[in-house]
């Protein structure tokens, strides 16, 4: 019923810029937070950066300094911009949503998107 859909991602060189979207479908509804996670070749996936209704985030260690997490005009929408690209970020980097409420009604559970590939490479 929720559907996330990354976009954004393609191959960069490194010290290289991306700007990474996700969008949820409908209006109907709002989540507790948002985030971003990654995953590589053979690795578990990870957590990368998250924010919250109120706007407060949270980035994992790699990616303080380099990255920025933020919500859209629409609610249901969150980006991520990574700079100084590293080949270590290489990955699929998937969109996050937890804790989806609407008038009366409260799930709490995440969603995910399929992903998108970031591959940084020269």
């Known amino acids: 019923q929720v559907q996330l859909v990354e976009t954004g991602g393609g191959l960069v060189q490194p010290g290289g810029s991306l700007r990474l979207s996700c969008a949820a479908s409908?209006?109907?509804?709002?989540?507790?937070?948002m985030g971003w996670y990654r995953q590589a070749p053979d690795l578990k996936r990870e957590l990368v950066a998250i924010?919250?209704?109120?706007?407060?985030?949270y980035y994992t260690d790699s990616a303080k300094g380099r990255f920025s997490i933020a919500r859209g005009s629409t609610e249901n929408t969150v980006y991520l911009q990574m700079n100084s690209l590293k080949l270590e970020d290489t990955a699929v980097y998937f969109c996050?949503?937890?804790?989806?409420?609407?008038?009366?009604?409260?799930?709490?559970?995440?969603?995910w998107g399929n992903g998108t590939l970031v591959t940084v490479s020269s």
């Open positions: 996050n949503a937890r804790g989806l409420r609407t008038v009366g009604v409260y799930y709490d559970m995440d969603f």
């Open positions: 409908g209006n109907l509804f709002r989540f507790n937070t």
């Open positions: 924010i919250s209704r109120g706007d407060s985030t």
